[in-house]
């Protein structure tokens, strides 16, 4: 039998819950699966490609389909900096001629926008309903319709962030109510009531890093912030 390389074994902070989980370093097998959704340039290939690379690595016990968004994000993005270096090159275009422009990014020194501040995710509607909010999972995603209008997707986003419903003395957790009863409820807010809801989840937080060049082709300064997990693989 061939010897088998020894692995090293790295620690790391789940951003939402701050609980430390250990984790391996992605391998050929695994970097293939990457490799193979970046080619096809679909979102959706990509960010399963992901979370099976997360499951993979991460020896902690540890249920991926429940983190966050930006919990998957700034996983995969720490697992990458030990498999493969911590300096990752994209291709922006110039905001002023479109030039496409090498850059790279320092992996280590990206970090999750919005952790800090403490966002009240508890939403007062009338004197007698009102809501928790959860923050988005990428499976949360998956029952997006992707051929969906802007306005439908908006009204997802906030069905699939709803956790609780409070009414008078009655608590209803969405975990155990049909969907389409959830959709009812949110098309019967006023514009308002749903805005309130939307701009707490605009308050999310996010995998962020700012780019400072100069453009080779026309010289003029870019600053651009790079936002989630998509937006690093240019």
Known sequence: MLPRLATPKYDMIVPSTGKSITYRPYVVKEEKLLL??????DEVQIEKAVINIIKACVETAIDVDIL????????????????????VKITPKCQHCEEVNEITVDLEKITVANLEDAVDRHVKLTDDISVDL??????????????????D??????????ETIYSGEEIYSIA????????DFIESLSSDQFQSLAEVIAQAPYLSYDI????KECSENNIIELKGLIDFFQ
């Open 36 to 41: 193979i959704a970046m080619e096809s340039q």
């Open 68 to 87: 966050t968004t930006f919990d998957l994000e700034y996983m995969f993005v720490t697992l990458r900096a030990k498999s493969v270096g911590e300096g």
């Open 212 to 215: 400072n060049f100069d453009c």
């Open 134 to 151: 959860r923050w988005q999972t990428l499976k949360d995603r998956d029952k997006f319709d992707k051929k969906a209008g802007t306005t």
């Open 153 to 162: 997707t908006i009204i997802n986003m906030v069905v699939t962030s709803l």
């Open 176 to 183: 155990d109510t049909q969907k389409k009863e959830v959709v």
